[in-house]
């Protein structure tokens, strides 16, 4: 099956710090979601990017699928951003199932 | 934005009892999911069903068996909880076309004792 690798597992922040969360993958995609799993374990979906760029207040990715990986950027960090992101994706034939990586644990301190 | 509720919340019981996880969307999706993640890990997919009458299995093996009679809700059974069973279960739903996105539930935190 395809493989999903993101990088780095954890990171630690301070409050108004940049990021910048990689997800590599192993096969083409057709379908790539960013979620953000908040320390109360309720996931919300941050972006659909199967390719290009895509911007939503500081947060903003890119997916370069010829290179089969995307990036998660986030600016002027907060406390509330602190979880899991997770990055999932749908391999071309891939019968509508999202596998999903290993995540970042990302802890932003005030 | 879909509203997609579990039932319950938290949940601590003993080996061998017959338990049902509730999961009920209201935005009329077609396709739902069930997710297992253990602390810190990965989401497992376990069950899948495109429509009413429409249930898979999903990638990772699962003692669990799951249900589709009505577009909205979509249960998980375990016939006999074991400790093994102990994890998170999170439901999700999306909607027809493929580029929709996935939309969780609060999940259910499962202890077997």
């Known amino acids: 099956g395809i493989q999903v690798e993101q990088s780095p597992p954890d990171l630690i922040l301070q409050e108004g710090a940049n990021s910048t969360l990689r997800c590599n993958f192993s096969?083409?995609?057709?379908?790539l979601q960013w979620f953000h799993q908040n320390p109360w374990g309720q996931l919300i979906n941050l972006f659909y990017?199967?390719?290009g760029t895509k911007q939503n207040g500081r947060l903003s990715a890119t997916t370069v699928a010829t290179e089969r990986y995307s990036l998660l950027y986030i600016s002027s960090s907060q406390t509330t951003d602190s979880g899991v992101y997770f990055c999932?994706?749908?391999?071309?034939?891939?019968?509508?199932?999202?596998?999903f990586g290993k995540g970042t644990k990302l802890t932003v301190n005030p | 934005e879909a509203d997609i509720y579990q039932t319950p919340r938290y949940l601590v019981i003993g080996t061998g009892k017959k338990i049902t996880l509730e999961c009920s969307q209201t935005?009329?999706?077609?396709?739902m999911y069930w997710y297992q993640q253990d602390p810190g890990m990965e989401l497992h997919l376990i069950h899948y069903?495109?429509?009413?009458?429409?249930?898979e299995k999903g990638d990772l093996s699962s003692e669990s068996t799951v249900s589709r009679i009505r577009t909205e809700h979509f249960p998980l059974t375990l016939e006999s909880a074991r400790p093994s069973h102990t994890s998170q279960y999170l439901c999700?739903?999306?909607?027809?076309?493929?580029?929709?996105?996935?939309?969780f539930g609060p999940g259910t935190r499962l202890t077997v004792l």
């Open positions: 999700a739903s999306s909607g027809h076309f493929s580029t929709d996105t996935q939309y």
């Open positions: 096969d083409s995609v057709n379908n």
């Open positions: 990017i199967p390719s």
């Open positions: 999932a994706v749908e391999r071309v034939g891939g019968s509508e199932k999202l596998v």
């Open positions: 935005m009329g999706h077609d396709k």
């Open positions: 069903s495109y429509g009413v009458n429409s249930t």
